[in-house]
């Protein structure tokens, strides 16, 4: 991956990275190289700069929002000892040019370059777009099937189910009685993920959060309001 190094007033240094997965402007606190902001491959470096500098207040906000969490993100590396809910992780050398992978018996091995640091932001971010993947294979098997049984089990009906990889929230139910699903909450204990998954079925019933909602969610989940405040020790960006 190219990238440019840039001084950003008030900030100090700010890496610029060129990927071809990215469809925007999307700005991260790396633990090891500081403030990276990643770019589509067809942006040019000096587009990239003049919308920095026309957004500053928005970079300063990530930036302070991203150091309260990102800082306690440990980067991948060989000695990381890190498992998904049904995979162990191994990171490992190898000889070719890419970041890749292989699944097998519940393993999931990523392979990079050899002759580069694993530590470089774009092998991370390689590193964590194919660990987030893998969540979301695992999330497909078990949150659909897992959502289907609760609302058979407690009367409820809903549309279709989604798994999407949201970091702001866990779980979100359209007018249409839709229901989004997070792929972090296969990161969490199962007695929360239940809980998530509860509190957007009764939106199906109730699209707010008034009284009523909360009298139907505390009938279907013991102790709805002890994990309310439980979720709030976990992040969705940060593991």
């Known amino acids: 991956m190219k990238a440019k190094i840039i001084q950003y007033k008030g900030v100090g240094e700010i890496e610029i990275v060129k990927t ?26 000096k587009g990239a700069e ?3 500098k026309e957004n500053r207040d928005w970079v300063n906000r990530s930036i302070q929002k991203l150091s309260a969490t990102e800082k306690i993100s440990a980067p991948f590396t060989e000695e990381s000892n890190f498992k998904t809910k049904y995979h162990e992780v191994k990171i490992l050398p190898w000889i070719g040019r890419d970041v890749t992978y292989t699944m097998r018996e519940h393993v999931l091995s990523i392979y990079y370059p050899k002759n580069r640091d694993v530590l470089e ?17 695992e999330a497909k098997q078990y949150l659909t099937t897992r959502l289907s049984y609760l609302a058979k ?6 549309g279709d189910v989604s798994i999407k990889n949201m970091k702001s929230r866990w779980g979100s139910c359209t007018v249409e009685d839709n229901i989004n699903l997070s792929l972090h909450l296969m990161r969490i204990p199962e007695e929360l993920s239940d809980y998530v998954m509860l509190h957007e079925l009764c939106h199906t019933i109730h699209k707010n959060h008034s009284k009523k909602f909360w009298d139907l969610l505390c009938k279907v989940c013991k102790d709805a309001k002890v994990k309310d405040k439980e979720m709030r020790k976990y992040n969705a960006e940060v593991y």
């Open 121 to 137: 932001f774009d092998i991370q971010e390689n590193i964590r777009y194919l660990i987030e993947e893998t969540y979301r294979k």
């Open 50 to 52: 003049e919308v920095l």
């Open 153 to 158: 089990k407690n009367n409820f009906e809903y």
């Open 20 to 45: 071809r997965r990215t469809r925007g402007m999307s700005l991260k606190i790396h633990p090891i190289r500081g403030v990276c902001v990643s770019i589509p491959h067809n942006w040019s470096y």
